[in-house]
C-alpha cells in the first residue's frame, strides 16, 4: 500500500524562505510561512518515513518524529541539502528560495542619503536544478509558485530541472499560496500527467502529494 511505501524512506524537505543580507540590519526575503512543507514534514514522518527538514526562519514548532535543520540564506540551503543528497531517496522542495541575492553586503548599515537607491543583486544558484543535473536514484519534487500561465510555468520546470514532480500552486488565488492554511494545486508528472487537486488544508495536500508519490514507485 501507499502507506507502507513510505516506512524507512529518506526525505529530505525543505520549507519556508530564504534571507538575504543585504546589511546588518537588512535582508531580501518573501511570504513564505513553512506551512506546506512542515505539513508535509510532519505527515511523512507519521507515514513512517525518515524526515529532514530544512528551514529558512519560520515561526513553525518541529513535527514529532522529524530532524530539524535550520538555515538562514539560499547558499546555506544549498549546502545542507548538497550534504545529504546521495543518501536520499525523495526531495520535497516546497521552501521558496530567492533568486537574487546582492553582491555585495555592506558591512555597515546603508545610510540614508539621496533620494533612490540602486541595489545591485546577482542570481543565486538553483538548488533544484543542481539536484536535477546530479540525480541518480532520487526521486525529486520541485514546487511552483505562480502568478500566470501556471500549467505552461510549471511543466517548463519539470523539464527545466529534471523533476519527476512538480507541485503547482496560483498563489495569487485566495485560499492557496503563501502563508494560508489552505492550498489549491496541481500536480504534474514527468510521463505528463496530471492531478488536480481542490482548495484542501496543507496537511491534506500533503497527505495526497505522498500518496501519488507512492503510487508512481511501489
Ligand atoms: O510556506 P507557505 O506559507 O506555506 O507557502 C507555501 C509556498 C507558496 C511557499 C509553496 O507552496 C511553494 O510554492 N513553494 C515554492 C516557492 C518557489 O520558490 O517557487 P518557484 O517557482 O520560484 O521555484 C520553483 C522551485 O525551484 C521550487 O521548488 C524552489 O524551491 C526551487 N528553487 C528556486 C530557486 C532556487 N534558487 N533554488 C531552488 O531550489
Known sequence: STASWWKGKKLLVTAGPTREEIDPVRYL?????G???????????????????????????TPA???????????????????????????????????????????KKIKKAGESLLLELKKTQDILQTLGEQKKHQI???FAAET????????????????????????????????????????YHRSGEKQELQKMSKSDVARK??????TYYE
Open 65 to 107: 518524529q522529524v530532524e530539524r535543520v535550520n538555515v538562514v540564506s539560499t547558499e546555506d540551503m544549498l549546502q545542507q541539502v548538497l550534504s545529504r543528497y546521495e543518501e536520499t531517496d525523495v526531495v520535497i522542495k516546497s521552501a521558496a528560495v530567492a533568486d537574487y541575492t546582492p553582491i555585495h553586503v555592506a558591512e
Open 29 to 33: 526575503s518573501n511570504y513564505s510561512s
Open 209 to 214: 502529494l505522498l500518496e501519488l508519490v507512492a
Open 148 to 187: 500566470n500561465q501556471v500549467e505552461e510555468h510549471a511543466r517548463q520546470k519539470l523539464k527545466k530541472k529534471n523533476l519527476d514532480f512538480v507541485v503547482a500552486n496560483d498563489v495569487t488565488e485566495e485560499g492557496a499560496g503563501f502563508g494560508t492554511d489552505t492550498n489549491i494545486v496541481t500536480i
Open 140 to 142: 525529486l519534487v520541485g
Open 35 to 61: 506551512k506546506m512543507g512542515f505539513a508535509i514534514a510532519e505527515m511523512a514522518a507519521s507515514l513512517g518515513a525518515q524526515v529532514t527538514l530544512i528551514s529558512g526562519p519560520v515561526e513553525l514548532a
